[in-house]
């Protein structure tokens, strides 16, 4: 089973270069420590300064442990962008969302649609 840590907060508009920069380097600094499925980080068009990370990982211990580094007050991952979040590292938000496979999507259809 697949999971993906949604991780969610909102940066100077101004800074975007840099947090592009630090983004790059806290995706290797996480690959080095476990393992990471995929990785994405994106700027919300509707909102901008709006971040969001999409990180999928392969075990519900990984995710958890993702999670807990990136909104950890101390001692977790991402803290060079501290200067740049809108109301510190406290504003950082994160959700942990198990993926359906193809098989149990199709075994199941929505009978709403």
């Given at each position: 089973m697949l999971y993906i840590v949604f991780v969610e907060y909102a940066v100077d508009k101004q800074a975007m270069d840099e947090v592009a920069q630090a983004l790059c380097i806290l995706r290797e600094e996480m690959k080095d420590q476990i393992p990471i499925a995929?990785?994405?980080?994106?700027?919300?068009?509707?909102?901008p300064g709006?971040?969001?990370?999409?990180?999928?990982?392969?075990?519900?211990?990984?995710?958890?442990?993702?999670?807990?580094?990136?909104?950890?007050?101390?001692?977790?991952?991402?803290?060079?962008?501290?200067?740049?979040?809108?109301?510190?590292?406290?504003?950082?938000?994160?959700?942990?969302?198990?993926?359906?496979?193809d098989r149990s999507l199709s075994a199941s259809p929505r009978q709403d649609v």
């Open positions: 995929s990785y994405h980080g994106g700027e919300s068009c509707d909102q709006l971040i969001v990370e999409m990180i999928q990982v392969p075990s519900w211990e990984q995710a958890n442990l993702v999670k807990r580094m990136r909104t950890a007050l101390e001692h977790g991952w991402g803290h060079a962008m501290d200067p740049w979040i809108k109301g510190g590292r406290g504003k950082v938000r994160s959700w942990i969302f198990r993926l359906f496979d």
